[in-house]
């Protein structure tokens, strides 16, 4: 199974376009959307090309491929909207016999896991792509999709075969890889 990563759209339909490209040329089985989908927050400025009205459409055009969870952004006036779910805090899934729970960061994050967490732990929320291992669990985050922090690219990931790989959202270049170990 080929899994997209991405997080952080905060409503800019510039870039969801872009994500979209990506997710086009990439061909995933899905798309897992780690939470702050169509608003902004009110920390931060407003995303190029901000307009949640239009993110909408984009990504219910490939709602049977998302599935998602709730950023600290994300209202139920936004569930309301989307034809696929984003109110959960977390989701467990298993894909290629890898353990992997998925959060958007700011109820659990890589220290403040979810109970049982083992495995891989995904997050976006900070908007900077990382890699920290911990005794049970490797905690990863893709970056962020429209606004990144502390002059990182933005980005998505890929999983693929065990390996996850983060992409510039520009050309689709790997940049970062992280293999899980057998």
């Given at each position: 199974?080929?899994?997209?990563?991405a997080s952080d759209i905060h409503g800019s339909a510039l870039y969801c376009e872009k994500l979209l490209e990506r997710f086009r040329e990439e061909k995933p089985d899905r798309l897992l959307l780690l939470g702050d989908i169509l608003y902004h927050g009110p920390r931060n400025?407003?995303?190029?090309?901000?307009?949640?009205?239009?993110?909408?459409?984009?990504?219910?055009?490939?709602?049977?491929?998302?599935?998602?969870?709730?950023?600290?952004?994300d209202a139920e006036v936004d569930q309301m909207v989307l034809d696929f779910s984003i109110m959960d805090d977390y989701l467990y899934l298993n894909i290629d016999g890898l353990d992997i729970y998925a959060t958007h960061g700011h109820v659990y994050d890589q220290h403040r896991p979810m109970k049982g967490t083992r495995g891989i732990l995904l997050g976006g929320h900070t908007h900077v792509p990382a890699i920290e291992e911990f005794a049970d669990y490797v905690y990863l985050n893709p970056g962020s999709v429209s606004i990144p922090k502390d002059?990182?690219?933005?980005?998505?990931?890929?999983?693929e075969?065990?390996?996850?790989?983060?992409?510039k959202l520009e050309d689709g270049e790997t940049y970062k890889e992280y293999r899980v170990k057998e």
């Open positions: 199974m080929k899994l997209m990563i400025d407003l995303p190029e090309g901000y307009a949640p009205k239009k993110v909408i459409p984009l990504l219910n055009e490939i709602s049977g491929y998302c599935v998602g969870v709730r950023g600290n952004c002059g990182t690219e933005r980005s998505y990931m890929i999983l075969n065990r390996v996850f790989q983060w992409k």
